[in-house]
């Protein structure tokens, strides 16, 4: 465990919400623990450590993240084990890409060390709402965003970073008709599709909303300068499996390099499955599934784990794939992840990150 040496000011809630929400009813991103943690960026230097209620905040209308979307975000998640303790996973892994974001948005770095202090902080001191029943979790959202009261075209010199909570129920994952986007783009070769940047999520609501209009859940991105090659799959990244093969995009700037894409890619290779990490055609995929060699295809990202894909649109045509209770790979997959992340099997990889 860390020592803690950040020297957090702790503000404790008088009245905790916790008695009054209702875990058996829990929509996603509503609900909100007690308390969050927050710190300031000024001078050059993170200070400024709090945990006080979660509340409103005040902030300046001149802020430069809301002109500019100098912001990015992170998605995390922390179980109850069966023995009762908790744990964060995989959050350095987080931590390194909120870097890559930062870096990219010419925002300040967050020492890895800070960042899991923080975490570990702000779960521990909300420890009664990470809800122990079998699919719930505790969501993470820690993010950082610009606050010079200025509107210059700049990077600003203050800077808040933020982490709330607050529990979640299991994610029904129904099965997804998608389509394959032909004419919007969500990252661009150059681009920062890669960070968690607040602004690729705005640019992605209108195709979303489209795709949905004509009967579809969600979309596939494809590369912006021929839509020839599949990218993700909304906000998740995704994977297909083809002749025995787990084949999922290459990681490039348009790209998120997800953390649930590693642990698949993890776990499938300790499986002795082989795994192509490479560009991958929307032809190939079209004729792989004609030819019936897909056994497997799904978005995998932390709200989700695996998202499965019972259908696929593409200029007009509707093509389906087997049977997602059928899958054998991405349903291993979600037993295996679920067994390490509640404490029920050993954590190989150790990816579990315990708190207190
Ligand atoms: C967050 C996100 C993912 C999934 O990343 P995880 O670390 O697995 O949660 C994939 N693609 C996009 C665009 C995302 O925003």
Same mark, same amino acid.
């Given at each position: 465990?860390?020592?803690?040496?950040?020297?957090?000011?702790?503000?404790?809630?008088?009245?905790?919400? +916790?008695?009054?929400? $209702?875990? $058996?009813?829990?929509?996603?991103?509503?609900?909100?623990?007690?308390?969050?943690?927050?710190?300031?960026?000024?001078?050059?230097? &993170? *200070?400024?450590?709090?945990?006080?209620?979660?509340?409103?905040?005040?902030?300046?209308?001149?802020?430069?993240?809301?002109?500019?979307?100098?912001?990015?975000?992170?998605?995390?998640?922390?179980?109850?084990?069966?023995?009762?303790?908790?744990?964060?996973?995989?959050?350095? *892994?987080?931590?390194?890409?909120?870097?890559?974001?930062?870096?990219? +948005?010419?925002?300040?770095?967050?020492?890895?060390?800070?960042?899991?202090?923080?975490?570990?902080?702000? @779960?521990?001191? $909300?420890?009664?709402?990470?809800?122990?029943?079998?699919?719930?979790?505790?969501?993470?959202?820690?993010?950082?965003?610009?606050?010079?009261?200025?509107?210059?075209?700049?990077?600003?010199?203050?800077?808040?970073?933020?982490?709330?909570?607050?529990?979640?129920?299991?994610?029904?994952?129904?099965?997804?008709?998608?389509?394959?986007?032909?004419?919007?783009?969500?990252?661009?070769?150059?681009?920062?599709?890669?960070?968690?940047?607040?602004?690729?999520?705005?640019?992605?609501?209108?195709?979303?909303?489209?795709?949905?209009?004509?009967?579809?859940?969600?979309?596939?991105?494809?590369?912006?300068?021929?839509?020839?090659?599949?990218?993700?799959?909304?906000?998740?990244?995704?994977?297909?499996?083809?002749?025995? *093969?787990?084949?999922?995009?290459?990681?490039?700037?348009?790209?998120? *390099?997800?953390?649930?894409?590693?642990?698949?890619?993890?776990?499938?290779?300790? &499986?002795?499955?082989?795994?192509?990490?490479?560009?991958?055609?929307?032809?190939?995929?079209?004729?792989?599934?004609?030819?019936?060699?897909?056994? $497997?295809?799904?978005?995998?990202?932390?709200?989700?784990?695996?998202?499965?894909?019972?259908?696929?649109?593409?200029?007009?045509?509707?093509?389906?794939?087997?049977?997602?209770?059928?899958?054998?790979?991405?349903?291993?997959?979600?037993?295996?992840?679920?067994?390490?992340?509640?404490?029920?099997?050993?954590?190989?990889?150790?990816?579990?990150?315990? @708190?207190?």
């Amino acid at each position: 465990m860390l020592t803690d040496t950040l020297n957090i000011a702790v503000t404790k809630t008088e009245e905790s919400r +916790l008695a009054t929400t $209702d875990f $058996d009813n829990l929509p996603f991103g509503r609900t909100f623990s007690d308390h969050m943690f927050i710190a300031d960026y000024e001078g050059g230097e &993170w *200070k400024n450590f709090q945990i006080v209620p979660y509340g409103e905040i005040g902030l300046s209308p001149a802020i430069s993240a809301l002109h500019y979307g100098q912001a990015f975000f992170e998605g995390i998640k922390a179980y109850k084990h069966a023995d009762g303790r908790i744990a964060i996973f995989r959050p350095e *892994k987080n931590a390194e890409r909120s870097n890559a974001s930062a870096e990219r +948005l010419c925002m300040p770095q967050i020492p890895v060390e800070m960042y899991l202090q923080a975490l570990s902080a702000i @779960v521990e001191i $909300d420890k009664d709402w990470v809800p122990s029943k079998e699919g719930h979790s505790l969501y993470i959202r820690p993010f950082m965003f610009a606050t010079d009261p200025y509107l210059g075209v700049t990077p600003s010199e203050t800077y808040k970073f933020i982490i709330l909570t607050g529990p979640v129920g299991p994610y029904f994952s129904k099965n997804l008709k998608v389509k394959i986007e032909t004419s919007f783009s969500r990252a661009s070769d150059g681009g920062f599709g890669f960070a968690k940047a607040a602004g690729n999520y705005g640019g992605s609501m209108l195709p979303a909303r489209r795709a949905t209009e004509e009967g579809f859940d969600q979309l596939i991105w494809t590369d912006s300068r021929e839509h020839a090659y599949i990218e993700e799959l909304g906000a998740a990244n995704i994977m297909f499996m083809i002749d025995g *093969k787990v084949i999922t995009p290459s990681t490039r700037d348009t790209i998120l *390099k997800g953390v649930t894409r590693d642990t698949v890619l993890t776990l499938a290779k300790s &499986w002795g499955i082989e795994v192509e990490e490479r560009r991958v055609s929307v032809a190939e995929i079209l004729s792989a599934i004609k030819e019936g060699r897909i056994t $497997d295809a799904f978005g995998a990202g932390t709200a989700a784990t695996i998202a499965h894909i019972a259908e696929i649109g593409h200029e007009g045509e509707v093509y389906t794939l087997p049977d997602p209770a059928k899958r054998e790979f991405s349903n291993r997959v979600l037993q295996t992840l679920n067994a390490i992340r509640y404490g029920r099997a050993a954590d190989e990889f150790n990816w579990n990150y315990f @708190v207190g």
